[in-house]
């Protein structure tokens, strides 16, 4: 535990070093799986496609990702860039499928109503399909936080800090606190990220909470009927 | 006025919905489609909003043809209500009612006010203005979806199956709020039912169709029950199997009609009641 003490600034600096690098590829997967998501749910053809593609990016080893990205992107081999990059790309791999879920969860009746009272298709999109895909977007992003927090460790292997440091170093050093720091840090991280992002939805998301109250409020009443 | 001309519409697999349809639907008054399903009656309601496109013929709302029109612009003169309500489940009651008014551009303040009124039309308490879809009963839903479909003051109303979904009961109660409603506003009402009585209830105008859209008879409630035009009618509206036939009894010295399971439907009395 001293130990902790004693280096309480490096491993805050690690753990800001870890959130800077976890929120840009969560920020850019969610804004481009989105539209991905939806191709994908509109247009039957397109859907095997970028689902099956989006499956398979999720299968290329992260280590080697990162080794391949700096020849692709022009960037150095110690650029955080690849890591942002490569972040992305497992971001989209799992978020694509649950962005077509979220629209196919959209009841057709509902989006023929929005269409028959006179919603542009644009228009449909953001005031209706969008809103309501939300339950759904928000728990593929669960996963995705959960998953680009965890995996931005990796990077610390080819040079680009991140708690990852604490893993390697403890290895090497054959010392458990700092491993066990290292995963504790990380787990704080992303269960932060985790109740941030619930608590977006409900913040943007109103009638989800309200629908949930409704259901208490009806299944009380019938416990008191019952009663 | 809504006229259909030789319409005719064939869906990508095939399947020929309408055939051959010509009607004159005249303005200011409730006029039915009525029919089993898969008779194309809701395919020719939501041709007049171009939900559906027809594959052969016109139609006309007043002079213009909608082909011509821009549906979106359509859609939002036109009220629309369905079954189920089709409410938006994450609006509000008032943002639901005040939806199409402020795609068009109406203020957001003046919608909900309207809005607001809108809800004592259709009979609904303004403390619901603020709950969810979710938190209404259906007939309350359903109320609301009539409030909106009102909201945009439209000369013509589509209702689809409207009071389906709910119980005879409330289907009963939100069938006279539109009566009385109707009987104020006076618009182009199209409505589709499957139900001979409602259709026989709320329309001034019976149109009965076949598979295809076919016509078999149109025309008064009156006119429909006294004259039926063939037998397919006649079984439709239950005037062969005496489902409608009344006998006179005479009960306690008083001259009364007794429907086919005995209960008493009226009084006879000698005099003819005033139309006034």
Redesign the interface.
Known sequence: MSWVFANVEQIWELTLTHIGLSIPPIVLGFLLSVPLGWVAHRYAVSRSILLTVSGLLYTIPSLSLFLVLPAILGTTQLDPVNVIVAMTIYAIALMVRSAADGFGSV?P??R?????????EW?RFWA?EL??A?PVLVAGMRVVSASTVSLISVGSLIGVSSLGYLFIDGLNRQFTVEILTGIVATIIIAVIFDLALVGLGRLL?P?TR??AK?QRRRAAARVEVAA | MIQFDHVSKTFPDGTRAVDDFSLTIPSRQTTVFVGSSGCGKTTILRMINRMVDPTGGSIHIDDDDIATLNPVTLRRRIGYVMQNSGLLPHRTVIDNVATVPMLTGVKKSAAHAAALDLLDTVGLDRALADRYPAQLSGGQQQRVGVARGLAIDPNILLMDEPFGAVDPIVRRELQQELLRIQSKLAKTIVFVTHDIDEAFLLGDNVVILRPGGHIVQAGSADEIISAPADDFVADFVGANDGKRDLTVRERNGRRVAVDPSGRIAGVLRAEQPSDA
């Open positions: 009841e009746s509902v023929q109503s929005a269409t028959a009272i006179g919603y542009s228009g209706v809103p309501l939300g998301m009638w309200s629908s409704a």
